[in-house]
């Protein structure tokens, strides 16, 4: 059987397409957005590895890590990529900056790892560029990273 997520993606997607609307351009965008979020935790409902928090962020540890785990006030270096929903690719290279310069997904999501540990977030827009976006990245966008936790200085 179809899961009942597949059509109303198919059915958003039309809406998309059709719509003309200048004044909230990025209103079906958004709406596609989160049917992919929630689509893609019905699809992980029993993996026990597929891990969605309280405020949205999903996540999957790919490897742990074994060495010093941040915090608040860590200084870090991360490798990363950074794609859209669509998969196009936004962003990728290194992070090294204060933890808490980064945006509320990383800074919630990164603290479950430590040096050396790898995790692939998903990011609803509230905890990523929201309204607003940023470069590359519409406004409402899902955000899918693949990330490398390098290094980590713990300042307090």
Not at 31 to 60: H, R
Not at 61 to 89: C, M, Q
Not at 95 to 105: D, F, N, T, V
Request: hydrophobic content about 35%; proline content about 5%; some cysteine.
């Amino acid at each position: 059987m179809q899961s009942p997520f597949k059509y109303i993606f198919i059915l958003l997607l039309s809406v998309l397409v059709l719509s003309s609307c200048d004044e909230d351009k990025y209103a079906d965008w958004k709406i596609i957005n989160e049917a992919w979020l929630e689509n893609l935790k019905e699809e992980n409902k029993d993996n026990p590895d597929f891990v969605v928090t309280e405020s949205g962020l999903c996540y999957q540890i790919i490897h742990t890590g074994s060495s010093t785990r941040p915090n608040g006030g860590s200084y870090i270096e991360a490798t990363y990529i950074g794609t859209l929903i669509s998969g196009k690719t936004f962003d990728s290279g290194e992070y090294k900056r204060l933890l808490s310069e980064a945006i509320p997904g990383w800074r919630e999501a990164i603290p479950k790892i430590t040096r050396g540990g790898r995790i692939i977030l998903y990011i609803p827009a509230n905890l990523g560029y929201g309204d607003d976006g940023s470069g590359a990245i519409p406004p409402y966008s899902t955000l899918k990273f693949d990330l490398t936790l390098d290094y980590v200085i713990n300042y307090y």
